[in-house]
């Protein structure tokens, strides 16, 4: 299969055929996983984001491929290769409407919010050895976010949109 922009994979496993996604430069090869792929408007860059199972990629012009396993992104990006971890539990990317977080350590929600939001969050002593539960929709926006977790939390979240930090306090 040839891909340009970006799809989300969800492939059953079949040990008698070899699933291959072609892009401008790199091919996945895959047996029975979910995995989304990006392409850069027609550039050779790529990003190969896997969720369950293993996938095998290699780079146009180049007899290394690279094993990539769930939690890991492939990245071929202006000719250079890497792998980078990021949190499949926490990703829209996988076609998810809403992520559910059940009783997950708040520190780790705010590294996803930052992340997503491109804020900092400021003073996190006050998150230290908490867990949350709650629903995240994709449509969601920081504030609708900010506002369950002061309720959850019995804290304030003072956002600071010139600086683009987040100040946590107590109640």
Known sequence: MELKGEAFFDVVKDSLRVFKVKTNATTSTVLGTSFNIREKDDLKDAKISLY???????????????????????????????????????????????????DIE???????????????????????????TLRINKTDSLEQILVILSIINNSNYEVNSTTKQILISEN
């Open 52 to 102: 369950t199972g293993k996938v095998l990629v290699s780079v146009e012009g180049n007899t290394e491929s690279w094993a990539i396993v769930p939690g890991e992104s492939f990245i071929y990006e202006n000719g250079e290769t890497f792998i980078e971890e990021f949190d499949a539990d926490f990703s829209f990317d996988a076609g998810n409407e809403s992520i559910d977080v059940n």
């Open 106 to 132: 708040l520190e780790r929600l705010l590294n996803f919010l930052e992340e997503r939001f491109k804020y900092k969050f400021k003073n996190e002593t006050h998150v230290k050895n908490k867990n949350v």
